[in-house]
């Protein structure tokens, strides 16, 4: 067990199993969502993680990490970090961030995605920013834990979030609040582009027409604008979209090209890059 100072000592409670689950493409990975009773729009996912590295990506949201057990090293904004068991990995909105184990035999956490509106209710405001991606903590950590598990009374779950939310407030950076990358007029003009055209095919000399800059200075520039290359930022608007649909009653495949895969198996794999389950598993967990 990876263990240092200012790390709490974890107790057999304090761990998770999470059993195998034949919807997952591989037994080594597995990843389960649900949301928090109570909160509007806090999600919680539950992962087991041996293989899964996340590509770099980024949330609309704040996304904390609450570690259990083994160790994780990851990227943000281009720095390296590494947490083990007790510690918080906190990933400020749009901060562009990687992560999968880092030695040991799995890593296991519990994710907690919380909107701007849960932050406010907590005390934090909508602007509040991290300077360092994990936090140490054992009051503020064990009281997330608490709120997120499983068995948790709704009540009590919604009063432990809100008050580690705001002691998790004690480590932001109050010299600095978060604000919006820079977005000149070119890159806008392809942002748009291709949140009002992400569920069809077009080419980077597409988008750079309708920026008009040349293709390597359009790749640039909403690498500036969003922390990710076109490509990437396309692929995760499209997971962003194929989620809210999940939410529905349409087929796979339905939602696939709705979303702008070329079919179900490419959105498989995609969403699980992205989001560490496959579309099937999300839509279960987030029905019951």
């Given at each position: 067990m990876l263990q240092r100072k200012g790390h709490p000592v974890l107790s057999k409670s304090d761990m998770v199993t999470i059993p195998p689950d034949p919807a997952f493409e591989s037994p080594r990975d597995r990843a389960r969502f649900r949301r928090m009773p109570g909160f509007a729009g806090v999600d919680v996912m539950d992962a087991s993680f041996r293989d899964h590295h996340f590509p770099p990506h980024t949330h609309d949201g704040l996304m904390l990490g609450i570690m259990r057990e083994g160790a994780m090293r990851f990227?943000?904004?281009?720095?390296?970090?590494?947490?083990?068991?007790?510690?918080?990995?906190?990933?400020?909105?749009?901060?562009?961030?990687?992560?999968g184990r880092c030695g040991g035999e799995r890593l296991v956490y519990t994710g907690i995605y919380a909107p701007h509106s849960i932050l406010a209710r907590a005390g934090l405001g909508g602007g509040a920013w991290f300077a360092d991606g994990v936090v140490m903590d054992p009051q503020c950590w064990r009281l997330l834990l608490r709120a997120t598990a499983p068995d948790a009374d709704p009540l009590a779950g919604q009063?432990?979030?809100?008050?580690?939310?705001?002691?998790?407030?004690?480590?932001?950076?109050?010299k600095r609040m978060l604000t919006e990358r820079p977005c000149p007029a070119s890159a806008a003009r392809a942002i748009d582009y291709v949140h009002a055209r992400f569920a069809e095919a077009f080419t980077l000399e597409d988008l750079a027409r309708v920026a008009g800059v040349t293709p390597r200075h359009v790749i640039r520039s909403v690498r500036k604008a969003t922390g990710l290359p076109p490509h990437a930022y396309l692929r995760q608007l499209?997971?962003?979209?194929?989620?809210?649909?999940?939410?529905?009653?349409?087929?796979?495949?339905?939602i696939a090209l709705a979303a702008g895969f070329a079919d179900q198996a490419h959105f498989t794999r995609t969403f699980r890059k992205i989001t560490g389950t496959t579309p099937g598993r999300y839509r279960l967990d987030m029905a019951s």
């Amino acid at each position: 067990m990876l263990q240092r100072k200012g790390h709490p000592v974890l107790s057999k409670s304090d761990m998770v199993t999470i059993p195998p689950d034949p919807a997952f493409e591989s037994p080594r990975d597995r990843a389960r969502f649900r949301r928090m009773p109570g909160f509007a729009g806090v999600d919680v996912m539950d992962a087991s993680f041996r293989d899964h590295h996340f590509p770099p990506h980024t949330h609309d949201g704040l996304m904390l990490g609450i570690m259990r057990e083994g160790a994780m090293r990851f990227m943000r904004e281009g720095r390296a970090n590494t947490i083990g068991p007790g510690g918080i990995t906190v990933i400020n909105p749009g901060d562009v961030h990687t992560g999968g184990r880092c030695g040991g035999e799995r890593l296991v956490y519990t994710g907690i995605y919380a909107p701007h509106s849960i932050l406010a209710r907590a005390g934090l405001g909508g602007g509040a920013w991290f300077a360092d991606g994990v936090v140490m903590d054992p009051q503020c950590w064990r009281l997330l834990l608490r709120a997120t598990a499983p068995d948790a009374d709704p009540l009590a779950g919604q009063e432990d979030l809100l008050e580690g939310l705001f002691l998790l407030g004690r480590h932001s950076d109050s010299k600095r609040m978060l604000t919006e990358r820079p977005c000149p007029a070119s890159a806008a003009r392809a942002i748009d582009y291709v949140h009002a055209r992400f569920a069809e095919a077009f080419t980077l000399e597409d988008l750079a027409r309708v920026a008009g800059v040349t293709p390597r200075h359009v790749i640039r520039s909403v690498r500036k604008a969003t922390g990710l290359p076109p490509h990437a930022y396309l692929r995760q608007l499209r997971v962003a979209a194929a989620r809210r649909m999940l939410r529905g009653s349409a087929p796979l495949a339905e939602i696939a090209l709705a979303a702008g895969f070329a079919d179900q198996a490419h959105f498989t794999r995609t969403f699980r890059k992205i989001t560490g389950t496959t579309p099937g598993r999300y839509r279960l967990d987030m029905a019951s």
